[in-house]
Nanobody
Framework: QVHLVESGGGMVQAGGSLRLSCAAS????????VGWFHQAPGKERVFVAG????????YYTDSAKRRFTISRDNAKNTVYLQIGGLKPEDTGVYYC???????????????????WGRGTQVTVSS
């Protein structure tokens, strides 16, 4: 069983950057596709970025393409989300989720994911 733990969140000023990490236990993590989701206060959780198991392909929402970078190091069982030019609207909880397979381009569909972490809080002050 793979377990996911996010870290790297915190309080930062607008314009700053953060690198979030999603660390996985279990030796089969390299077979999972991973997505990052963002839940702003009082809003639904939404997809931000995804990466295939090998790391060869990545997917972003149109708004995330400019400031977010997803990557992974399978040797370290870790997926990263680099966020630059942080804005107050980036505030919220960031979750990583893993899926053995993603159907087509259904990266944003939360039901596609088999495992979820508990999230890491990011707070951006203006």
């Amino acid at each position: 069983q793979v377990h996911l733990v996010e870290s790297g969140g915190g309080m930062v000023q607008a314009g700053g950057s953060l690198r979030l990490s999603c660390a996985a236990s279990g030796q089969t993590f390299s077979t999972y596709a991973v997505g990052w989701f963002h839940q702003a206060p009082g809003k639904e959780r939404v997809f931000v970025a995804g990466i295939e198991s090998s790391g060869a392909y990545t997917y972003y929402t149109d708004s995330a393409k400019r400031r977010f970078t997803i990557s992974r190091d399978n040797a370290k069982n870790t997926v990263y989300l680099q966020i630059g030019g942080l804005k107050p609207e980036d505030t919220g909880v960031y979750y990583c989720a893993a899926a053995l397979s993603i159907s087509g381009r259904r990266w944003s569909v939360q039901a596609e994911y088999d495992l979820w972490g508990r999230g890491t809080q990011v707070t951006v002050s203006s």
